[in-house]
């Protein structure tokens, strides 16, 4: 099992940049595949990006390509998200989820989540 804490998020301006942090804990961070996804209220949750195991493979969501990068350290246990040219609809609480197997944009294949950290853009 593994224990996921994100942080990084706040209240930017449009146009502005924030970089989320993904902190595992647990079983080695190396077996993971790893996604972060987002949720606006009243929403589901939305895939945002992943990324494999040893971070030579990434995938994103049309909506961020471009704009957003999936990285990850395995030697830190950390996965992150750098969010560059924000807009107000990426507005939402990002969480960070690991998965054993594979990797990918299907939710329902990550089997352990963070608790969320809240990214507030305004216009």
């Known amino acids: 099992q593994v224990q996921l804490v994100e942080s990084g998020g706040g209240l930017v301006q449009a146009g502005g940049s924030l970089r989320l942090s993904c902190a595992a804990s647990?079983?080695?961070?190396?077996?993971?595949?790893m996604g972060w996804f987002r949720q606006a209220p009243g929403k589901e949750r939305d895939f945002v990006a992943a990324?494999?195991?040893?971070?030579?493979?990434?995938y994103y969501a049309d909506s961020v390509k471009g704009r957003f990068t999936i990285s990850r350290d395995n030697n830190k246990n950390t996965v992150y998200l750098q969010m560059n040219s924000l807009k107000p609809e990426d507005t939402a609480v990002y969480y960070c989820?690991?998965?054993?197997?594979?990797?990918?944009?299907?939710?329902?294949?990550?089997?352990?989540w963070g608790q969320g950290t809240q990214v507030t853009v305004s216009s």
């Open positions: 989820a690991a998965r054993t197997s594979g990797w990918g944009h299907v939710r329902n294949a990550y089997e352990y």
């Open positions: 647990g079983r080695t961070f190396s077996n993971y595949a």
């Open positions: 990324i494999n195991w040893n971070g030579y493979s990434t």
